[in-house]
């Protein structure tokens, strides 16, 4: 998402499960404070690190897919709802698939139940298979 911000000539991106508001992971301490890693500091000592990277306050001009499991405990399917819910008031092009059942390894493993789900929506952004 931020790499869509930034790069016009990237027209679609996915997001599987994807920590897309900062503030939110750094407020949840998400991963061990990962986004302080991540940044290279807390949010208010790397602001312009922050401001640059953070999904939820770039403009994306790209159409957006984002794809999260309902049983995620890694990083909660809020995350993925919240900011589909916020860019789409903003008139960004989103759109928000929940797998239910699906936790946050589910979506990358073609084992899973999840897979077929993911697998559709990537061949469908591809161009290989009709967008629903």
Known sequence: MCLAAH?????HVLSLAGVVDLHQAWELHLSNDAVVE???GNPSDVREHYREADPMRLAVKARQ????????????????????????RRGENVHYLE???????????????????VEDTVLQLLGVKEIF
């Not at 239910?100 to 999840?114: E, K, N, Q, V």
């Open 7 to 11: 790069e016009p000539s990237v027209q």
């Open 99 to 117: 797998i239910a059942g699906a936790g946050h390894f589910d979506l990358i493993d073609p084992r899973s139940a999840a897979w077929p789900e």
């Open 38 to 40: 991540f940044l290279g």
């Open 65 to 88: 897919w984002l794809i999260h499991g309902v049983e995620d405990d890694i990083v909660p399917s809020s995350f993925s709802k919240n900011y589909a819910e916020e860019k789409k």
